[in-house]
């Protein structure tokens, strides 16, 4: 069978990739963790990428803050990691398959648009022979400052009985995709969630996003607005 040689289609790709473009190549920094560093950003390693626009384009899930993210196949990057842009001081996470192409690394960035914390109310702890209050109820910071992609899940209801308002009323839940790390991997359902000042509680976890191994990747989090 006849091999192709793919070297110079490789080095073609990672000249261009080191060639200044506005708008399409440069420098960026990498973060796997962002709760190693958080937003100390020249604690990451530098990243080199081109990025362009998608053919397609819709407001829906936000896919209209989405670009096309290539790198060298000499760098290797994963689902989830946060990528942070100097020149515009944004933050965006891989949020597609890594996909092994002959010149490069394939994936798409997601812009963040907003952070969130994480907080958990602990109930009291009595014990058990005496039934005397040990440990007082507390309030547990889970996350703190983590940017995200986020959105409302909208034209979604729910019923509700109400003698002043109509009965199908907005059920104003939003999804977060949150890049999984040491904090993210403690979030539980029932777990309060603050984004933009506003808290909502975690009503369900989706992990269909993280690799096998659990090692990189996001989740999802579908949370409803507290009144």
Excluded at 61 to 89: C, E, K, Q
Excluded at 108 to 124: F, G, H, L, W
Excluded at 151 to 172: A, F, H, K, L
Aim: net charge negative; charged share 25%.
């Amino acid at each position: 069978m006849y091999q192709y040689n793919l070297a110079p289609v490789k080095q073609a790709f990672d000249d261009y990739l080191n060639t200044d473009i506005p708008n399409t190549t440069g420098t960026f920094k990498q973060c796997e963790d962002f709760s190693l560093h958080r937003e100390d950003w020249d604690e990451y390693p530098d990243l080199r990428c081109m990025t362009s626009v998608i053919n397609w384009k819709s407001s829906i899930g936000g896919s209209d803050s989405t670009r096309n993210f290539r790198v060298s196949l000499d760098t290797p990057i994963h689902r989830g990691d946060l990528i942070y842009d100097p020149t515009s001081n944004s933050v965006g996470m891989l949020t597609w398959h890594i996909e092994d192409m002959p010149d490069c690394h394939r994936s798409q960035i997601s812009t963040c648009n907003a952070y969130m914390s994480v907080k958990r109310n602990v109930p009291e702890k009595l014990d058990e022979m005496t039934g005397m209050v040990i440990q007082e109820a507390s309030t547990k910071l889970v996350v703190d400052h983590m940017p995200i992609c986020y959105g409302g899940m909208y034209g979604r209801y729910n019923y509700e009985v109400s003698n002043n308002t109509p009965g199908i009323m907005p059920d104003q839940k939003i999804e977060i995709r949150v890049q999984w790390n040491p904090e993210t991997r403690d979030i539980k359902n029932g777990d309060f969630v603050i984004v933009r000042n506003v808290e909502h509680r975690v009503m369900f976890i989706t992990w269909d996003y993280l690799d096998a191994d659990d090692a990189h990747g996001y989740i999802v989090l579908t949370c409803e607005r507290v009144e």
